[in-house]
T-cell receptor, first 115, second 116 residues
Framework: AQSVTQLGSHVSVSEGALVLLRCNYS??????LFWYVQYPNQGLQLLLK??????LVKGINGFEAEFKKSETSFHLTKPSAHMSDAAEYFC?????????????FGKGTHLIIQP | GAVVSQHPSWVICKSGTSVKIECRSL??????MFWYRQFPKQSLMLMAT?????????EQGVEKDKFLINHASLTLSTLTVTSAHPEDSSFYIC????????????FGPGTRLTVT
């Protein structure tokens, strides 16, 4: 079975500062990894995904994540935070279906942007 | 493209009644749809996998007789919460896998269920 651990249920950064959201995974087979963003009372929007191609994945809204097998990590970063980035972020893993099967999600990290 | 809708967006029902939630893929055909449940300020938990024309596969601990799933067409799956109780109050989110792009899945906006 696979699992995801997101370190830090809340992360607060100043506007313009670096955003770093941590995600570690556990999987017995090569995983497919995802980051989703959720705004209040809305569904999930895919930010980016890793599907065994390039280890550095660029997504929407200036976010990127790097897959590090040795560290079993897939941390999400953005060089400069914007107020509109305030939301809940979920890391997810899948090991089958090319990543298009049911996902296992982390508990989420609430990103707070300080003006 | 790749839009998934859910109806209703929110519903309030009385304890003991049943409520149906629809998940539709609007511009693609979905051979597989997934149903998730999200409690307040918590993560999403996969409830079941629904394949068009066949019985749904439920995750461990999910009561299949309580959460009835029907996937009668390539664009529609329904989740019926039977004999709802206050503890069933939650945010229910579906996602759909594109038949023509099997490595892609798209999430609906979710349905907020409140059982009084």
């Amino acid at each position: 079975a696979q699992s995801v651990t997101q370190l830090g249920s809340h992360v607060s950064v100043s506007e313009g500062a670096l955003v770093l959201l941590r995600c570690n995974y556990s999987s017995s087979v090569p995983p497919y990894l995802f980051w989703y963003v959720q705004y209040p009372n809305q569904g999930l929007q895919l930010l980016l995904k890793y599907t065994s191609a390039a280890t550095l994945v660029k997504g929407i809204n200036g976010f990127e994540a790097e897959f590090k097998k040795s560290e079993t990590s897939f941390h999400l970063t953005k060089p400069s935070a914007h107020m509109s980035d305030a939301a809940e972020y979920f890391c997810a893993v899948s090991v089958t279906g090319g990543g298009a099967d049911g996902l296992t999600f982390g508990k989420g990290t609430h990103l707070i942007i300080q003006p | 493209g790749a839009v998934v809708s859910q109806h209703p967006s929110w519903v309030i029902c009385k304890s003991g009644t049943s409520v149906k939630i629809e998940c539709r893929s609007l511009d693609f055909q979905a051979t597989t749809m997934f149903w998730y449940r999200q409690f307040p300020k918590q993560s999403l938990m996969l409830m079941a996998t629904s394949n068009e024309g066949s019985k749904a596969t439920y995750e461990q601990g999910v009561e299949k007789d309580k959460f009835l799933i029907n996937h009668a067409s390539l664009t529609l799956s329904t989740l019926t919460v039977t004999s709802a109780h206050p503890e069933d109050s939650s945010f229910y989110i579906c996602s759909a896998r594109n038949r023509d792009k099997p490595y892609e899945q798209y999430f609906g906006p979710g349905t907020r269920l409140t059982v009084t």
